[in-house]
Structure formats: C-alpha cells, structure tokens
Nanobody
Framework: QVQLVESGGGLVQPGGSLRLSCAAS????????MGWYRQAPGKQRELVAL???????DYADSVKGRFTISRDNAKNTMYLQMNSLKPEDTAVYYC?????????????WGQGTQVTVSS
C-alpha cells in the first residue's frame, strides 16, 4: 500500500506561482513513476506531468515551459512548481504513483488539492 498526501494548492492571480507537494508513505520502494494529474469541473482528468524513478520527465503540451516536476527520493516527496499560471490551470490536482504488480501496474492516488487561478 502507498499513501499520498498533496499540499500547496490555493488561490493565485494569473501570472503567479504555486508549488505543490506530494508526500508518499508506505511501500514506496517499487514505485517506478509518479505524476500529477488535474481535473477541471466538467472535464476528464488529464495528465499534467510525470517523472520516472530514473528522473525522466514528461509534460502536457499545455504546461511545457511553465511547470516543472521534481522528486526527492530521500524524502519520498514529489513537487510541481507552477509558474505563469493561467485561469485555465484551475483544477483539482492529484498526485499519482504507479507500482508494478503481477498483472501489470497499479495506480495510487492522493485526495487532491484545489488550485484556483483568478484575479
């Protein structure tokens, strides 16, 4: 089992910045990829960014150049630095961790943290 707890969301003006954190606990040693997803009202959950255990990263086109994903394995924590925020970035942001299982992989999710970009 893996437990994920997000923090750092809030209200920010357009052009501002926020840093989200995701603290992982439990059986974290075999997590091979972690990511941030978001879900806006009336929309499907979408991938924002991911980072592998080897620190390879990937981003949605909509956030490239503005968001940076990172992880500190010693602290079992993942971060999402969000700069130049836009109103369309408003969503609930979820932390995800993926582990291998016999049948493939299993996803763990945090409870989500609200990010609101508004003037």
């Amino acid at each position: 089992q893996v437990q994920l707890v997000e923090s750092g969301g809030g209200l920010v003006q357009p052009g501002g910045s926020l840093r989200l954190s995701c603290a992982a606990s439990g059986s974290t040693s075999t997590i091979y990829v972690m990511g941030w997803y978001r879900q806006a009202p009336g929309k499907q959950r979408e991938l924002v960014a991911l980072i592998t255990s080897g620190f390879v990263t990937d981003y949605a086109d909509s956030v490239k150049g503005r968001f940076t994903i990172s992880r500190d394995n010693a602290k079992n924590t993942m971060y999402l630095q969000m700069n130049s925020l836009k109103p369309e970035d408003t969503a609930v942001y979820y932390c995800n961790a993926r582990k291998p299982i016999a049948a493939g992989s299993y996803d763990y999710w945090g409870q989500g943290t609200q990010v609101t970009v508004s003037s």
